[in-house]
């Protein structure tokens, strides 16, 4: 047997078929949302029945917030621990993220349909998402004084808003890529981005005219 993302243990059929509705429906919520995308729809393409899925998830609430996690545990499956690395190799990790999206293209789309969604009130995936960009701007927040450390800047003030900055150009750059791949190299630009950011933080250059606040 094996542990699902509950923590109970399920037989390797059972995990085979929750694995399969799982990438079924990030297909089906990827391409409609998680409101126009049904349980009929996933079910169908697994060849299941509506009951049959709810069987094995429950509500469409809990297939969503599964999704989420099945989505996160994809991302570490091949790290040490199973968990994104701390200091420095952060930044080389999240480049390396990006170079993996740029071939699982399913996978960034659902959490770009889903994270957008998630802003309305009252939706399922809310909490999950506020909780996820605490949790990572914490971890790249970390990263930042560790790497100034290294590096002898003692006065680094700008790294709360540098670790925000950081996952907003990765989310954003595969917003642009989903809408037109041929035009944005993921990989490159989130490299260049994050390299940019981190040099404002390490060997900040000249600022921008103040914007004066009305």
């Known amino acids: 047997m094996v542990a699902n993302a509950g923590g109970t243990r399920t037989r390797p059929e059972t995990e085979r078929k929750r694995t399969e509705i799982l990438r079924a429906a990030i297909e089906i919520f990827g391409a409609k949302g998680s409101t126009n995308g049904t349980l009929a729809d996933i079910a169908e393409q697994v060849g ?16 969503l917030l599964e999704v989420l996690a099945f989505r996160d545990q994809d991302d570490v499956a091949d790290l040490a621990e199973r968990h994104i690395p701390d200091g420095p190799a952060l930044f080389v990790h999240l480049v390396g993220t990006a170079l993996r999206n740029a071939l699982r293209p399913g996978i960034v789309q659902v959490y770009t349909v889903l994270s957008a969604e998630a802003v309305t009130d009252d939706h399922p995936a809310r909490a999950f998402f506020q909780d996820r960009y605490r949790v990572l701007r914490g971890e790249v927040d970390a990263a930042f004084r560790e790497l100034c450390a290294q590096e ?20 954003g750059l595969q917003l642009q890529w989903l809408l037109e791949p041929d035009a944005v190299d993921l990989a490159d630009a989130s490299e260049f981005a994050i390299q940019a950011i981190v040099n404002g933080v390490l060997a900040p250059g000249p600022r921008l005219p103040t914007y004066v606040r009305r």
Do not use: C, N, Y
């Open 48 to 63: 299941m029945t509506h009951a049959g899925v709810l069987h094995h998830f429950g509500s469409k609430q809990r297939l």
């Open 152 to 171: 002898g800047v003692t006065d680094p003030g700008t790294i709360e808003k540098a670790a925000a900055a950081v996952l907003a150009v990765m989310d």
